[in-house]
């Protein structure tokens, strides 16, 4: 039976990690999501929706004597399966989705931040663009601030993808494997994901007409504000993403950027690598040929601006 | 009976004359004189002539003798019969009326008389209805008129024998209560033929300045007064009803957009359906609002039915969570106003903001709006607007739309009404205004004007109701390189004319300018002329320098003539000529040598 719909209508995991999310934010992203699904079942895009949901908070988003409300709204709202995951850790984000691909048994993973808003065409629009076994990932686009990096305005390629929204068949994930959670914690796990997707010589896509709303605010020159933790684990992510994609001209430059002229957050992301270095803690290099990993700057891809 | 208090005479430049016109266009003769035109409370009769003369008969009823007494001098019929709501009144009436055809009834200055007004219009409902819908004209004061209005600013409330504020009214009417009463009594305005002077009997005295045309003052009021509603220059309130269903309204209007249920904001999205593509990333934007305290109108203008169609599809399939939020308003019509002033006026929240079809929101666009009308309540709300250009380009799959560089924040943070003056730095979208403005100050999105519609509602806004800003980059104004837009379709001249007609309509009248403006000119005039001294020293200087360089130019010429001279008269002397061949054997000498440095 199952095997069946597979063929006629894939069956999607859509999954996501929540760590300490307003609930206004919830309530926003799971109606988003539950009409997406909707609309793609309606119009034979997918077949059954499972959500599961992981919480690195803190505490419960989700009172356990509330589960079931919530699961009811949802079976009623487009959803067919909910688990809810509370993992008692912060596990980051490529740690807590590992631990949701644990439950992957669909044929579509639909990977999504919660903070976003899904457009009600969302899911039709990255089906339809699944159209080639070559695709390992298809990613949605971000609005109202789209993401510069540059993608091929013929065929979508693109260096990598932000797993804010990225699509990915069962058969990539089986094949690259789960997240490198072991080196990035927070940042970089979806570039280091998306060049893994390439490794393995699949297609990396962005879809502009399949859209999501990322709650990002501005400043006043209309830079994008950051947190705390951006600035340290941006540092970090870029320093294990140079040595893990065999650029130790670039460690060596990084190190000597950030101990030099780094605010304080920085120089303690440099002297954490150091000591990962030291103990022998890094990820083996790949990609020697650098055949997949780009570094333009402090960016993984070239920007269009 | 003459020099009775009510003892009016008819007149061509009179409230009657106004009954008299509406007499005629709408109350039905027959050919033998025999409809009646039943005037309740007639006093003297003021109109009977009038009616008698439009081929009418007449018939005046009142409870005062004195006035009876002269129409049955003058051949008119009257009866005495006191004006009230029992049943008593209605059947005394019929007696009267005794089967006769009414073409109509008359009800003047006498509802601002009467403590039981409704009930005695429900009566006359009846009445109407029974003979075959006869129409009923009333004319009363108006206590809307400007001159009131300006004196009870001023504190003065002056009540008089007769006039606006006769001493002996005890009902005060404008248009809005007059319409709300007879409504909820079913009577229906069909015309009207108000009475205006620009200067009513409470024009006094004669030298106050709130009242004299031409003071600063004065011609504040006024526009406020102008721009609320038409009737500020109505002494008398001169309208036509027909019987019809009752309307139940509340008596009392206290109508306001902070009704119960009523949203926040009300958010305006036009759209001629040329951009669904950019149109469902506004309304995405939407959805990813923090504060859900918000309504759209999608101001569907001059759309084909599939159109339409296609619009509402994408506001229903929006999330359960806001889908309620979005509602489509089809406008037909010409010109870019129309669809926002619709969207005006069905508008149910409390500040109203202008969206376009392109432009994309920050999930705290609603939010930062609320907190500074939390703030700041009354005021036009401001957040700073980011840019990004963009224009038509192709997806992988589709056409599409492709970005040009980066956002960029090019207005500025703050609001300087003065830079305002001059300019536009404010772009909609960043923008949100007191749904007062647009109901109670008459406020609306000029249809006059091609373009600039919204920096005329900024600026008539601001000077009334002030404004109140965040720093917060709260919405993305995308600019479109290539393609259609206002930018792109309107001609440098509509441009200007514009703009021209934006600062003219300012001008027309005296503006209220918010506290601290005084500092501010004299700040500006005293750079201003600081910068005319310096330019004045300058000017002096260069013209001092101008003056020795015109010197020193005429004493060079001099010189030069001079030498001019000397040469021609050294060439003519004889030492010259006698020294020419040795000239030439060392000019020759030179070339050879420079001739063998170049090989």
Same mark, same amino acid.
């Given at each position: 039976m199952s095997s069946t719909l597979s063929v006629a209508a894939p069956n999607l995991q859509i999954q996501t990690v929540f760590y300490n999310i307003s609930p206004g934010s919830v309530d926003r992203f799971l109606s988003s999501v539950a009409q997406a699904s909707k609309l793609a079942k309606a119009a034979g895009s997918i077949g059954r929706v499972s959500l599961a949901i992981g919480d690195c908070s803190?505490?419960?988003?989700?009172?356990l004597d509330g589960i079931a409300t919530l699961e009811a709204s949802l079976l009623d709202a487009g959803i067919d399966d909910f688990t809810y995951d509370?993992?008692?850790?912060?596990?980051?984000s490529a740690g807590g989705h590992n631990r949701l691909f644990n439950r992957f048994t669909s044929d579509l993973v639909l990977i999504l931040n919660p903070d976003i808003v899904a457009s009600p065409y969302l899911i039709q629009e990255l089906t339809l663009r699944l159209? #080639?076994?070559?695709?390992?990932l298809v990613e949605g686009r971000q609005i109202p601030i789209e993401h510069p990096k540059d993608y091929d305005?013929?065929?979508?390629?693109?260096?990598w993808a932000t797993t804010a929204c990225a699509l990915i068949p069962r058969q990539v994930v089986a094949t690259v494997?789960?997240? #490198?959670s072991a080196s990035f914690f927070l940042y970089c796990d979806d570039v280091d994901y998306s060049w893994r997707i390439r490794l393995a010589g699949y297609k990396v896509i962005f879809h502009p007409p399949a859209r999501i709303f990322h709650d990002k605010r501005l400043r006043a020159d209309a830079g994008l504000v950051v947190g705390a933790a951006e600035e340290y684990y941006a540092a970090e992510a870029a320093l294990l993403m140079a040595h893990k994609w065999s650029r130790p001209d670039l460690v060596t430059e990084f190190l000597t950027t950030l101990e030099g002229g780094g605010t304080e957050l920085q120089r303690k992301a440099a002297a954490a690598f150091r000591k990962r270095r030291s103990c022998g803690d890094l990820p083996s290099p790949v990609d020697p040929d650098h055949k997949v990993g780009q570094f333009h700057g402090n960016n993984w891809a070239r920007h269009r601006w | 009976m003459m020099g009775h208090r009510y003892q009016f005479t008819y007149g061509e430049q009179t409230a009657y004359a106004q009954v008299a016109a509406l007499v005629e266009s709408s109350f039905e003769r027959t050919p033998d004189q025999a409809s009646l035109i039943v005037d309740l409370?007639?006093?003297?009769?003021?109109?009977a002539e009038a009616c008698r003369q439009l081929g009418f008969s007449y018939v005046g009823l009142d409870a005062d003798p004195a006035g009876l007494k002269d129409l049955h001098d003058r051949s008119f019929e009257a009866h005495q019969l006191s004006i009230s709501a029992d049943a008593e009144f209605g059947e005394k009436l019929e007696a009267i009326i005794d089967g006769r055809p009414v073409a109509g009834m008359l009800l003047l200055d006498v509802i601002e008389h009467l403590t039981d007004a409704p009930q005695v219009l429900s009566v006359l409902h009846h009445l109407a209805i029974k003979h075959n819908s006869a129409p009923l004209i009333l004319c009363l004061p108006n206590v809307t008129h400007f001159d009131l209005g300006a004196k009870l600013l001023q504190g003065r409330w002056d009540q008089t024998p007769?006039?606006?504020?006769?001493?002996?009214?005890?009902g005060f009417y404008g248009d809005g209560l007059l319409t709300r009463m007879t409504r909820s009594q079913g009577w229906h305005e069909v015309d009207a033929a108000d009475f205006r002077l620009?200067?009513?009997?409470?024009?006094?005295?004669?030298?106050n300045v709130a009242l004299l045309t031409g003071t600063p003052l004065s011609s504040v009021l006024r526009g406020i007064r102008k721009a609320a509603g038409?009737?500020?220059?109505?002494v008398q309130l001169v309208r036509v009803y027909l019987p019809g269903p009752r309307i139940e309204a509340p008596?009392?209007?206290?109508?306001?957009?902070?009704?119960?249920?009523?949203?926040f904001l009300t958010v305006l999205t036009r759209t001629q359906g040329h951009r669904l593509d950019t149109l469902q990333e506004t309304l995405l934007c939407l959805a990813g609002?923090?504060?859900?305290d918000f309504e759209v109108l999608?101001?569907?203008?001059?759309?084909t039915p599939e159109t339409a169609q296609r619009l509402a599809y994408l506001c229903s399939s929006m999330s359960a969570a806001v889908s309620g939020k979005f509602r489509v308003l089809p406008v037909t019509g010409p010109g870019r106003c129309r669809p926002l002033n619709a969207g005006v006026r069905a508008a149910r929240g409390r500040y109203i903001a202008v969206l376009d079809d392109d432009d994309l929101v920050m999930g705290n666009w609603v939010e930062e709006f609320r907190n500074l009308a939390e703030q700041n309540p009354g005021r036009v709300l401001r957040a700073v607007v980011a840019e990004q250009e963009i224009s038509r380009g192709n997806w992988p799959d589709r056409p599409g739309y492709i970005l040009h560089g980066g956002l960029t924040t090019?207005?500025?943070v703050d609001f300087d009404l003065f830079d305002h003056f001059v300019q536009?730095?404010?772009?909609?979208?960043g923008l949100a205004f007191p749904t007062s403005c647009f109901r109670?100050?008459?406020?609306c999105f000029d249809a006059?004007?091609?373009?600039?519609e919204d920096w005329d509602v900024l600026l008539q806004s601001v000077l009334l109701c002030g404004i109140t800003r965040t720093p917060a980059v709260t919405a993305v104004y995308r600019r479109w390189k290539?393609?259609?837009s206002s930018t792109s379709t309107h001609t440098r001249t509509e441009w200007d004319g514009a703009h021209q007609a934006v600062v003219a309509k300012l001008d027309r009248r005296a503006s209220v300018l918010p506290a601290g403006t005084i500092t501010r000119v004299r700040e500006m005039q005293q750079q201003l002329n600081e910068a005319r001294t310096t330019s004045s020293a300058r000017s002096t200087e260069l013209a001092t320098a101008q003056a020795q360089i015109a010197t020193l130019q005429g004493q060079v010429s001099e010189l030069s003539t001079a030498l001019n001279r000397l040469h021609v008269e050294y060439r003519e002397s004889t030492s010259w000529k006698v020294t020419t061949p040795l000239r030439r054997l060392s000019e020759a000498a030179r070339s050879t040598v420079h001739g063998a440095r170049r090989r």
């Amino acid at each position: 039976m199952s095997s069946t719909l597979s063929v006629a209508a894939p069956n999607l995991q859509i999954q996501t990690v929540f760590y300490n999310i307003s609930p206004g934010s919830v309530d926003r992203f799971l109606s988003s999501v539950a009409q997406a699904s909707k609309l793609a079942k309606a119009a034979g895009s997918i077949g059954r929706v499972s959500l599961a949901i992981g919480d690195c908070s803190p505490l419960r988003t989700f009172r356990l004597d509330g589960i079931a409300t919530l699961e009811a709204s949802l079976l009623d709202a487009g959803i067919d399966d909910f688990t809810y995951d509370f993992f008692d850790e912060n596990l980051g984000s490529a740690g807590g989705h590992n631990r949701l691909f644990n439950r992957f048994t669909s044929d579509l993973v639909l990977i999504l931040n919660p903070d976003i808003v899904a457009s009600p065409y969302l899911i039709q629009e990255l089906t339809l663009r699944l159209n #080639d076994s070559s695709i390992g990932l298809v990613e949605g686009r971000q609005i109202p601030i789209e993401h510069p990096k540059d993608y091929d305005v013929f065929s979508g390629q693109t260096s990598w993808a932000t797993t804010a929204c990225a699509l990915i068949p069962r058969q990539v994930v089986a094949t690259v494997g789960p997240f #490198d959670s072991a080196s990035f914690f927070l940042y970089c796990d979806d570039v280091d994901y998306s060049w893994r997707i390439r490794l393995a010589g699949y297609k990396v896509i962005f879809h502009p007409p399949a859209r999501i709303f990322h709650d990002k605010r501005l400043r006043a020159d209309a830079g994008l504000v950051v947190g705390a933790a951006e600035e340290y684990y941006a540092a970090e992510a870029a320093l294990l993403m140079a040595h893990k994609w065999s650029r130790p001209d670039l460690v060596t430059e990084f190190l000597t950027t950030l101990e030099g002229g780094g605010t304080e957050l920085q120089r303690k992301a440099a002297a954490a690598f150091r000591k990962r270095r030291s103990c022998g803690d890094l990820p083996s290099p790949v990609d020697p040929d650098h055949k997949v990993g780009q570094f333009h700057g402090n960016n993984w891809a070239r920007h269009r601006w | 009976m003459m020099g009775h208090r009510y003892q009016f005479t008819y007149g061509e430049q009179t409230a009657y004359a106004q009954v008299a016109a509406l007499v005629e266009s709408s109350f039905e003769r027959t050919p033998d004189q025999a409809s009646l035109i039943v005037d309740l409370g007639c006093g003297f009769g003021a109109v009977a002539e009038a009616c008698r003369q439009l081929g009418f008969s007449y018939v005046g009823l009142d409870a005062d003798p004195a006035g009876l007494k002269d129409l049955h001098d003058r051949s008119f019929e009257a009866h005495q019969l006191s004006i009230s709501a029992d049943a008593e009144f209605g059947e005394k009436l019929e007696a009267i009326i005794d089967g006769r055809p009414v073409a109509g009834m008359l009800l003047l200055d006498v509802i601002e008389h009467l403590t039981d007004a409704p009930q005695v219009l429900s009566v006359l409902h009846h009445l109407a209805i029974k003979h075959n819908s006869a129409p009923l004209i009333l004319c009363l004061p108006n206590v809307t008129h400007f001159d009131l209005g300006a004196k009870l600013l001023q504190g003065r409330w002056d009540q008089t024998p007769v006039g606006v504020l006769d001493d002996t009214h005890v009902g005060f009417y404008g248009d809005g209560l007059l319409t709300r009463m007879t409504r909820s009594q079913g009577w229906h305005e069909v015309d009207a033929a108000d009475f205006r002077l620009d200067e009513s009997d409470q024009h006094f005295p004669e030298d106050n300045v709130a009242l004299l045309t031409g003071t600063p003052l004065s011609s504040v009021l006024r526009g406020i007064r102008k721009a609320a509603g038409p009737d500020g220059d109505t002494v008398q309130l001169v309208r036509v009803y027909l019987p019809g269903p009752r309307i139940e309204a509340p008596v009392v209007d206290r109508a306001s957009s902070a009704e119960q249920g009523a949203p926040f904001l009300t958010v305006l999205t036009r759209t001629q359906g040329h951009r669904l593509d950019t149109l469902q990333e506004t309304l995405l934007c939407l959805a990813g609002q923090s504060c859900g305290d918000f309504e759209v109108l999608v101001l569907a203008h001059n759309v084909t039915p599939e159109t339409a169609q296609r619009l509402a599809y994408l506001c229903s399939s929006m999330s359960a969570a806001v889908s309620g939020k979005f509602r489509v308003l089809p406008v037909t019509g010409p010109g870019r106003c129309r669809p926002l002033n619709a969207g005006v006026r069905a508008a149910r929240g409390r500040y109203i903001a202008v969206l376009d079809d392109d432009d994309l929101v920050m999930g705290n666009w609603v939010e930062e709006f609320r907190n500074l009308a939390e703030q700041n309540p009354g005021r036009v709300l401001r957040a700073v607007v980011a840019e990004q250009e963009i224009s038509r380009g192709n997806w992988p799959d589709r056409p599409g739309y492709i970005l040009h560089g980066g956002l960029t924040t090019p207005y500025p943070v703050d609001f300087d009404l003065f830079d305002h003056f001059v300019q536009n730095l404010s772009p909609p979208c960043g923008l949100a205004f007191p749904t007062s403005c647009f109901r109670d100050l008459g406020i609306c999105f000029d249809a006059q004007l091609p373009v600039l519609e919204d920096w005329d509602v900024l600026l008539q806004s601001v000077l009334l109701c002030g404004i109140t800003r965040t720093p917060a980059v709260t919405a993305v104004y995308r600019r479109w390189k290539v393609g259609p837009s206002s930018t792109s379709t309107h001609t440098r001249t509509e441009w200007d004319g514009a703009h021209q007609a934006v600062v003219a309509k300012l001008d027309r009248r005296a503006s209220v300018l918010p506290a601290g403006t005084i500092t501010r000119v004299r700040e500006m005039q005293q750079q201003l002329n600081e910068a005319r001294t310096t330019s004045s020293a300058r000017s002096t200087e260069l013209a001092t320098a101008q003056a020795q360089i015109a010197t020193l130019q005429g004493q060079v010429s001099e010189l030069s003539t001079a030498l001019n001279r000397l040469h021609v008269e050294y060439r003519e002397s004889t030492s010259w000529k006698v020294t020419t061949p040795l000239r030439r054997l060392s000019e020759a000498a030179r070339s050879t040598v420079h001739g063998a440095r170049r090989r």
